[in-house]
């Protein structure tokens, strides 16, 4: 069955740093991958979406890359601030049927003034 | 421009009660999904559609019902409330199931 792993435990860094967040997939293809961003209370927000014939999205502090040989996403925040502490979803879609997103169960960012 | 608005935000229930969860969207979307959010487990899509007059079952569709007849409007209904429904409801909408979706803010809903 089709499978996404994202980091359950928080990741914690100090203000300035680079965030990099992970997202593994298996037993499937996706023809893209998205990341929202989700904040307590509130229902999750699109930040990025990467296609499969692409290797790096940017957009701003961001950035996303996407490795379809090592089934993997990797989700960047540069010269991070107290704000963008949040919990980080990544949802693959497969490319076969109805290209409908399946969501990680997120990372939690912590960043530290 | 109000997008996704879900209402009611918060609701209890007793077991065997039934209710409908409104989800509305002013972005002229075709695309409207439902998803379930529970502790350690991330968003489950219960049903979707891509359109009015046409819905399709999710990932957990069992005791839940949709239909769509109008573009804007997507409500939900627990037929039955069980405990296992406790939990909160985001519905979500994009212009086709293939593009980022807007998500409403949630209903937080607990069956007692």
């Known amino acids: 069955s089709q499978k996404i792993e994202q980091n359950s435990e928080a990741l914690n860094i100090q203000e300035g740093k680079t965030a990099t967040l992970t997202c593994n997939y298996t037993n499937y293809s996706p023809a893209y991958l998205q990341w929202y961003r989700q904040d307590p209370g509130r229902g999750p927000v699109f930040l990025l979406l990467?296609?499969?014939?692409?290797k790096e999205k940017r957009k701003e502090r961001l950035k996303v890359t996407f490795d379809t040989t090592l089934k993997q996403s990797l989700f960047h925040i540069t010269a991070s601030q107290p704000a963008d502490s949040a919990t980080y979803l990544c949802?693959?879609?497969?490319?076969?049927?109805?290209?409908?997103?399946?969501f990680g169960r997120g990372t939690s960012l912590i960043v530290h003034p | 421009n109000a997008g996704v608005t879900q209402t009611p935000k918060f609701q209890v229930l007793k077991t065997g009660q039934s209710m409908t969860l409104q989800c509305a969207q002013d972005m002229n979307h075709e695309y409207m999904s439902w998803y379930r959010q529970d502790p350690g487990m991330g968003l489950r899509l219960i049903h979707y559609?891509?359109?009015?007059?046409?819905?399709d079952q999710g990932e957990v569709p069992n005791g839940y019902n949709v239909s769509r007849s109008t573009t804007e409007d997507f409500p939900l209904r627990l037929l039955s409330a069980a405990p296992s429904q406790t939990s909160v409801y985001f519905c979500a909408s994009s212009k086709q199931q293939n593009q980022p979706q807007h998500f409403g803010d949630g209903t937080r809903l607990s069956i007692l």
């Open positions: 949802a693959p879609a497969a490319s076969g049927g109805s290209y409908i997103p399946t």
């Open positions: 990467i296609r499969e014939n692409e």
């Open positions: 559609s891509v359109g009015a007059g046409i819905t």
